[in-house]
Each structure stands twice: as structure tokens, then as C-alpha cells.
């Protein structure tokens, strides 16, 4: 008897999910030998004293499996890192946790305490992996804009999207794809907000140490009364310039920390061990994390300096490594459409901000990174000086 190969059907678990506007955009770059200032990340090399520390580890048999939680020495670091940035002290043994990038942190995070028919509040325009991570835990998505064009949170509908039902909210400062960054006051009015709930905060702070013109990232940490019930999150490879190395890690209250790494232990386990160990020795020298500012501000001048002479409306960059253009002046064209004849027809990718919207709300408005060489941001600068 001959037997019928059969592959059954998957009933999609995220049907609404499709190819990103990244890959697309990033392959629309490729073909057109674009610049591309669309995707999230440095086109420079990170330091080679931290690949010597990583190499070093190698070499010194630091291969196999390290501790469910992490290293032990990258987790003491961490720690007193919060410490000196935000008085904080979190316990290495029991409150942080490494994970595979700051990616498998918030799904991590969302898996373990969220379950079927909870509310999970987002704050949109948003990281496009909250919304699926959500689904997957069977949460229901509730959807709050940010201000259109200010970036700015609406106390008032937050407040008013919480119910009983709500289990978390994810907020991200500095803000994926905006630049903005949240005050002390903002987040003393979360503080508040969520005072009388059982909400929990997942705080996506990977961009913590790109804000500029002297001002202080507000971590969750910093706020006692958000910290007793976050999870912070960053990410080693924002921070060195080496986002395909994805190490991550996550602070939160040791009775969080425990439901987190029930879900960590049975999903990636452990993360890469040498890499831990060549980053922990690496942060041994603070100005390492404590320079990025300057380094980073001073791309953001650069480009803002050269889009100046064009028609695009430049809105602030407050931190991460983004700007955004407002496209009225320059094009009647839908976002995503611009962003495709600007890549075909001027030589520059860009994302347009719809795509961080489960509507595709379109305000006029289109992202770019400029954690480039200089060289590369003069290029597309060059190409850009036409509009
Ligand atoms: C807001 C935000 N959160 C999380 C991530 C993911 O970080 P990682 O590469 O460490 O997974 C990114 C990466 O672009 C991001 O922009």
C-alpha cells in the first residue's frame, strides 16, 4: 500500500501576522541599492575589546550550559548598575534574570502572567512583537494612542481603558518608533494610576541609555511604586551595538521573577554562555554605557542638521536612535506608499509609523535610524537634500 504523504492544516494562531514592513522595506533597500535608514540598526562595527572579552571566555572553556538565570557575574553587574543609575537594588540571586534579547523577555514576561480573556493595555504606536505576544498568551489587546504627532501619553484614556479584567501594561521609554521619552512626571502619574490596581508593568526600557541634552532616563525602577510590580526590560545588544548577538535581561521583584523563570526555564533555558561572561567583563568600565549618549547625540545632530534644508517637518528626538519626519510638505502619498517611492525613487528606505499601529493609522509621519557610520548618514542625507 502506498501511503499519501499528508501535511495537516494549521489554523493560524496569529492570522493577522504576515511578512514586516521591515523585511519588506529592508529588501526594497537591497534591490534598489538604497541607503537603509528603515530597519533598527548600527551599520558600525561594536568595540573589539568586548568581542577580545567574549573570545577570552571561549578560550577559557566557558562553553557550556551557565545557570538557568544567567551568569552570575553579568547579573551582579546588572544590578549594581541599576543601583548607581537609579538607587534601586535588585537581588542578583532572585530578581534578574538573562534572556535571549529583549524580545523573548516581554514574551517571557507576558506568558507567565497572563492568561486567557485578560486585558493587556498597549500604548500605540508600539514595538510590533506586543501585540502577537499578547495573542499567544490568549490576552485580549487593548489599544491606546499615544497623542498623535506629540508622542505624548493620555493619562485620561489610559485610566479610562483600565478595568478588572486588566492584567498588564507595556510602556516603552525611550519610545519605539517616536524618539520620545517619558518625564519623572509621567511616570509619577503612572505610579499613581496604577497605585489602587493589580496591574503589572512590563517597562520596555531597551533604549535606557540613548537620551540626550543632559536628560536622566526614567526608569521603572526608580518609582517604587512601579518597580513592586515590573518587569524591566533591556537589552545588551541596544546598548554595544551588537543586536544579533540578542542578550538580554529582565529586573522584577523576586515573587515575579519566580513565575518568570518557571516559563524562562521551559523555553530557551539558558542563553549563550561566553557572550555573558565577555559582557559582564566588558560593563566592568561604566563609561562604556555611560558615553552612549554623547556618541549617539551627536548622529542625531548630524542628521537633523542636514534634513533641516528640506521640507520634511523634523519632530523631536528625545532619545533612542530615531527620527521622525513629518511628510506633509514633501508628498501627498499614504505613509507606506511614500516610504516605497522614497526608496525607489530617492535612494533612502524609511518605515512609515502605520506600521506600529493594528490599524495602520496614518498621520503623515516616517521613522529613520541614524545608528549609522557618519558616512552613511551623509549619503543619505545628500540623496535626501533634493526634498
Ligand atoms: C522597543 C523595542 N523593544 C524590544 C526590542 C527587541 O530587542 P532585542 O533585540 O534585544 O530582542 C526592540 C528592537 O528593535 C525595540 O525597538
Known amino acids: 500500500m502506498t501511503i499519501a504523504p499528508r501535511t495537516p492544516q494549521i489554523q493560524s494562531k496569529l492570522p493577522k501576522v504576515g511578512t514586516t514592513i521591515f523585511t519588506v522595506m529592508s529588501a526594497l533597500a537591497a534591490e534598489k541599492n ?52 537609579h538607587g534601586k537594588r535588585y537581588s542578583a540571586a532572585d530578581e534578574i534574570t538573562i534572556t535571549a534579547g529583549a524580545t523573548q523577555a516581554i514574551l517571557t514576561a507576558i506568558l507567565a502572567i497572563v492568561r486567557p480573556g485578560d486585558e493587556v493595555i498597549v500604548l500605540e504606536p508600539c514595538y510590533d512583537s506586543y501585540i502577537p505576544n499578547i495573542e499567544l498568551a490568549g490576552g485580549s489587546v487593548v489599544r491606546v494612542p499615544l497623542v498623535p504627532h506629540s508622542f505624548r501619553p493620555d493619562f485620561d484614556k489610559i485610566a479610562a ?10 510602556v516603552n ?36 541609555h540613548m537620551v540626550y541634552d543632559g536628560r536622566a532616563h526614567e526608569s521603572a525602577a526608580r518609582f517604587p511604586g512601579l518597580a513592586a510590580r515590573a518587569f524591566v526590560v533591556s537589552s545588551f545588544g541596544k546598548t554595544y551595538h551588537v543586536t544579533g548577538w540578542k542578550v538580554g535581561v529582565v529586573a522584577a521583584p523576586a515573587a515575579l521573577t519566580a513565575e518568570f523563570r518557571k516559563v524562562h526555564q521551559f523555553n530557551v533555558f539558558t542563553v549563550n554562555t561566553p557572550v555573558q561572561h565577555g559582557l559582564a567583563r566588558y560593563m566592568a568600565e561604566p563609561q562604556r554605557y555611560l558615553g552612549l549618549p554623547a556618541f549617539y547625540q551627536a548622529k542625531r545632530d548630524l542628521f537633523r542638521a542636514g534634513l533641516a534644508g528640506t521640507r520634511f517637518e523634523l519632530l523631536p528626538s528625545e532619545g533612542s536612535f530615531f527620527q521622525c519626519v513629518d511628510i506633509s510638505a514633501v508628498s501627498d502619498l499614504p505613509e507606506a506608499e511614500f516610504c516605497q517611492w522614497l526608496t525607489t525613487e530617492i535612494g533612502v528606505a524609511a518605515i512609515p509609523l502605520s506600521a506600529f499601529y493594528a490599524d495602520n ?27
Not at 481603558?161 to 507595556?170: E, W
Open 361 to 387: 493609522f496614518d498621520q503623515r509621519v516616517v521613522r529613520f535610524c541614524y545608528a549609522k557610520e557618519d558616512a552613511t548618514l551623509r549619503t543619505a542625507l545628500d540623496r535626501l537634500a533634493r526634498l
Open 161 to 170: 481603558a483600565i478595568t478588572p479584567r486588566t492584567r498588564a501594561i507595556l
Open 34 to 85: 538604497a541607503v537603509n535608514l528603515g530597519q533598527g540598526f548600527p551599520d558600525f562595527a561594536c568595540d573589539p575589546l568586548l568581542v577580545d572579552a567574549v573570545d577570552q571566555a571561549m578560550r577559557e572553556g566557558l562553553n557550556q550550559y551557565p545557570p538557568m538565570a544567567g551568569v552570575l557575574p553579568l547579573r551582579e553587574a546588572v544590578a549594581a548598575k541599576i543601583e548607581a543609575l
Open 173 to 208: 521609554s525611550p519610545h519605539n518608533p517616536s524618539a520620545t521619552i517619558w518625564s519623572a512626571e509621567d511616570m509619577r502619574k503612572l505610579e499613581e494610576l496604577l497605585a489602587p490596581t493589580d496591574v503589572f508593568l512590563i517597562s520596555d526600557e531597551v533604549y535606557e
